[in-house]
């Protein structure tokens, strides 16, 4: 166990802090820089279980002493971090914004925002852009962690010390499986739950109980540090959000940060000396409150400038980042730990509870006053899934899966007229257009079903790596449609140029997006040949039934969040549609190969393309704002409002 300073963790920290902030702040070289917050797991499990073990080896551990450590250690900052992302929200964010900052806020303050944003699911979402508070899910890991850890080790020592070796490795092995097993089967659980990441902390306490002989020869120490090192270097540049990951993946940040530590303990090395170097020391004094304070600073100021940052706008926001946190950590930190400030135990515990009382008081404030909605901004809380009645009956029919297997019908679009006459089918584009088609419909009198699964455009056999849920999907709709004769018409609606570029687009958050065909045994082939044979698949199954095929032309994607960019713009009267909206050269830029196949499938008599661009577009741009009212509820889908705006394009087509 550790018994003297290591100013070479204190270098390790500064890896895990700048390999975080890179990725975050947009440096794509850092395409992996999220293992930092493995790199910290191995860290933190470490030095606790060298604390509690000298502490219960000497016989003076006390749980009510280690806790106000921690407090001492977590608390400040966190609380004036989160004080401070809820004081800022109530003027940069959207109700339904605040609403979910709101819920961070309490979730973080009774340590279990991992488990809220394992709800939400959406670490590498488009939606995590917008989440000043995303990153505290690795803290209520660790927090987890320290409520359950140092029970556990009191529970192994009244049994005997040398059962630390066995225990520790036992449950290092069976959170280990559980992490690989459900990465392959729900990521999201993987990614934040503490039984799936136990281990990586785990890993830690095993090299802290001094059962493994320290490297007292130098070349064991040379060899084993730089081999460690450079684990962690190539996860962090060659890793992406796309990396299956936790999973078998984080083996390699992990092992490589355990091997770090364990060359340290027996001696220097060139890798010692580089990490003990003052500036690396210093980054790592100073990790704690960079990492709690980057995250707020980076998602805000790209609320406050909406489009993409300037080199200088960047460079500006990682200057402040690093002033506020060295400021946070002289002044909020320190006298904390090193008790000029709430110097009593009772003290520290009194004032955490106060202050976390407060903190979810706030943001329970925030929540069930709407996000302050009447705000002059309140057209942005007409686009919130909370308060969209209708956007929300529509995403509560995307279980179609269940229903058909269930043998119930699917969801209702359009008149009460007795028979269904057309299908709505598509991701979540199709459930964005759906208001439209609904009132088109009832003014023909006609009426549909829905079927729309998040994701899974409408292209049969084509599939994600590692998933199956949208062939599943597809294929079940095309059964369901054999068996109605009734319809007549099948409306096709999907995000097609993701599926055809596999690319986001402009500062969109979340990884590309690559297709593969579930009846081939090479994918060699290319995003848009695969999106060309699944769509062909799809309207030459529809051809066989003897339907009528409806192509909704792509909606304009604009890249930056709609919302959230109305409520920035209006604080200095900005013209929103001006800033980001789209030119019609740029839509047609990003749609090129899409229409491409379009006019090919227009050809066909059986097929016709619905153009709801030109709705939408003008000559010049494809407008995201219309009479004061937000066209869309994020950066690529149609709020109600704009799905309603375009019902028209489904008139004399249905």
Excluded at 98 to 107: C, H, P
Excluded at 611 to 638: A, E, P, Q
Aim: glycine share 6%; with cysteine.
């Amino acid at each position: 166990m550790i018994t003297k300073y290591r100013p070479d963790i204190d270098g390790l920290r500064a890896i895990a802090v700048l390999s975080v902030f890179f990725f975050h702040s947009g440096f794509t070289v850092f395409s992996g820089g999220y293992v930092g917050v493995d790199v910290f797991f191995v860290i933190s499990g470490y030095l606790i279980t060298s604390i509690i073990v000298r502490e219960i080896n000497n016989d003076n551990f006390s749980i009510l002493n280690f806790y106000e450590r921690r407090f001492r250690r977590i608390m400040p900052a966190l609380t004036v971090v989160i004080l401070v992302s809820l004081a800022v929200g109530v003027f940069l964010l959207t109700p339904s914004r605040l609403i979910d900052l709101g819920q961070s806020a309490v979730a973080s303050a009774l340590f279990s925002s991992n488990i809220l944003f394992y709800l939400e699911s959406g670490y590498f979402g488009g939606a995590a852009e917008t989440k000043p508070l995303l990153h505290t899910w690795s803290l209520a890991v660790e927090e987890q962690y320290y409520i359950f850890f140092p029970v556990l080790l009191i529970f192994i020592a009244k049994r005997g010390s040398k059962l630390y070796f066995r225990w520790l490795c036992i449950l290092s092995i069976l959170s280990f499986f559980a992490c690989v097993i459900l990465t392959s089967e729900n990521k999201s659980a993987a990614f934040y739950w503490i039984p799936t990441r136990a281990w990586e902390l785990f890993i830690g306490s095993i090299l802290a109980i001094n059962t493994i002989p320290s490297p007292s020869a130098k070349s064991v120490r040379e060899v084993t540090s730089i081999a460690g090192i450079g684990m962690i270097i190539i996860s962090i540049f060659m890793y992406s959000p796309e990396t299956a990951f936790p999973g078998y993946a984080a083996l390699l940040p992990t092992i490589g940060t355990a091997l770090v530590i364990y060359s340290g303990t027996g001696g220097s090395s060139l890798i010692y000396r580089l990490l003990s170097v003052k500036p690396m020391v210093f980054i790592g004094f100073i990790s704690y409150s960079l990492y709690l304070w980057h995250w707020p600073i980076i998602v805000y100021t790209k609320l406050w400038f909406i489009k993409e940052l300037s080199v200088n706008t960047t460079a500006g926001m990682l200057a402040l980042t690093v002033v506020v946190s060295t400021l946070s950590w002289k002044y909020i930190e320190s006298p904390f730990r090193k008790r000029t400030l709430f110097n009593s135990k009772t003290s520290i515990y009194v004032g955490t509870i106060i202050t976390s009382a407060v903190t979810i008081l706030i943001g329970a404030v925030f929540i069930f006053n709407n996000g302050f909605s009447e705000r002059k901004f309140n057209d942005t809380s007409l686009v919130s899934t909370k308060a969209d009645h209708k956007w929300r009956h529509w995403e509560s029919c995307e279980d179609v899966v269940g229903r058909i297997k269930q043998g119930r019908e699917l969801c209702e679009i359009g008149s009460n007229s007795e028979t269904a006459s057309f299908l709505l089918w598509g991701d979540s584009h199709a459930r964005s257009i759906a208001s439209g088609v609904h009132l088109s419909a009832i003014s023909a009198k006609l009426k549909g079903r829905i079927a729309t699964q998040t994701a899974c455009p409408p292209l049969l056999t084509i599939e994600r790596p590692n998933r199956n849920s949208c062939n599943n999907f597809n294929v079940s709709v095309m059964n369901f449609i054999s068996e109605a004769p009734e319809i007549k018409t099948v409306i096709l609606s999907a995000r097609w140029p993701l599926s055809a570029n596999g690319d986001r687009y402009k500062i969109e958050h979340g990884g590309p997006v690559r297709l593969i065909d579930t009846n081939s045994l090479s994918n060699s082939l290319s995003n848009n040949d695969l999106f060309k044979i699944g769509l062909g698949r799809t309207v030459e199954g529809l051809h066989r039934l003897g339907k009528r095929v409806l192509i909704v032309n792509s909606v304009p994607e604009i890249g930056y969040d709609v919302p959230s960019a109305i409520v920035v713009a209006s604080i200095n009267d900005r013209n929103v549609n001006r800033m980001i909206a789209p030119t019609k050269k740029e839509y047609r830029e990003r749609n090129k190969g899409v229409h491409a196949i379009f006019s090919q499938l227009n050809e066909l008599e059986y097929i016709d393309i619905i153009g709801i661009d030109m709705f939408l577009c003008d000559d010049d741009y494809c407008k995201v704002m219309f009479n004061g009212r937000s066209l869309y509820r994020d950066d690529d889908h149609l709020s109600t409002y704009g799905s309603e705006y375009i019902t028209s394009a489904f008139n004399n087509t249905l």
